[in-house]
């Protein structure tokens, strides 16, 4: 199976700055990856779907690309807000493999300060 | 905006004991999941959904579990003979059409005593 690698550590950072989230995975390249925020307690919330044959994808503030030669995502959150502090999930799906089947990465906590 | 919506929002129940999550998927849907998330962990997979049938389940969906969809609406999981590790946040989620985003609900938080 897919292993799915987010950074474990927590990332501060001030308000106004980009943060930058890193998704790696290990095995088959996915036919698409989806980003999601988590706050707690709460169920994920969809961000963005990239698919392979994308290498960016935009939405207001957020940013994702897909790279499948070196295997990985970053997510980019520009002019990052306090309101913006939840864990972000990577989720990886493999076409003809599954219907709908996401494999979720741990997710990288952000913190964003005043 | 429409909404996956779960019931109930936190149950406890006696370890051995049946439960019933209810889950009301977003209308047009046709693709439906429930996952699962423990204390501190990932999100798993459980199960998929699609035209009244298991698409695919993992390792952890097993004879204790099933799924249902009993009306056009509803979409259920049932646990039989709860166990101490079934306890865990439960997630409705379903898509569009497969290869698009999936919207969870917020969860059922299930406590086994």
């Known amino acids: 199976s897919q292993k799915i690698e987010q950074n474990s550590e927590a990332l501060n950072i001030q308000e106004g700055k980009t943060a930058t989230l890193t998704c790696n995975y290990t095995?088959?390249?996915?036919?698409?990856l989806q980003w999601y925020r988590q706050d707690p307690g709460r169920g994920p919330v969809f961000l963005l779907l990239?698919?392979?044959?994308?290498k960016e994808k935009r939405k207001e503030r957020l940013k994702v690309t897909f790279d499948t030669t070196l295997k990985q995502s970053l997510f980019h959150i520009t002019a990052s807000q306090p309101a913006d502090s939840a864990t972000y999930l990577c989720?990886?799906?493999?076409?003809?493999?599954?219907?709908?089947?996401?494999?979720f990465g741990a997710g990288t906590q952000v913190v964003v300060t005043p | 905006e429409p909404e996956v919506t779960q019931t109930p929002s936190h149950q406890v129940t006696q370890m051995g004991q049946e439960v019933i999550l209810r889950c009301v998927p977003i209308?047009?849907?046709?693709?439906f999941y429930w996952y699962r998330q423990i204390l501190g962990q990932k999100v798993e997979f459980l199960v998929s959904?699609?035209?009244?049938?298991?698409?695919?389940k993992s390792e952890i969906f097993d004879d204790q579990f099933s799924v249902e969809r009993p009306d056009g609406s509803n979409f259920t999981l049932k646990i039989r003979s709860t166990k101490l590790e079934d306890s865990a946040m439960y997630f409705c989620?379903?898509?569009?059409?497969?290869?698009?985003?999936?919207?969870f609900g917020q969860g059922t938080r299930l406590t086994v005593v």
């Open positions: 209308s047009n849907h046709l693709y």
């Open positions: 989720a990886l799906e493999v076409s003809g493999d599954s219907w709908g089947k996401l494999q």
């Open positions: 959904f699609y035209n009244n049938e298991i698409s695919e």
């Open positions: 990239i698919r392979e044959n994308e």
């Open positions: 989620a379903s898509s569009e059409r497969e290869g698009f985003e999936a919207f």
């Open positions: 095995n088959y390249s996915p036919a698409y």
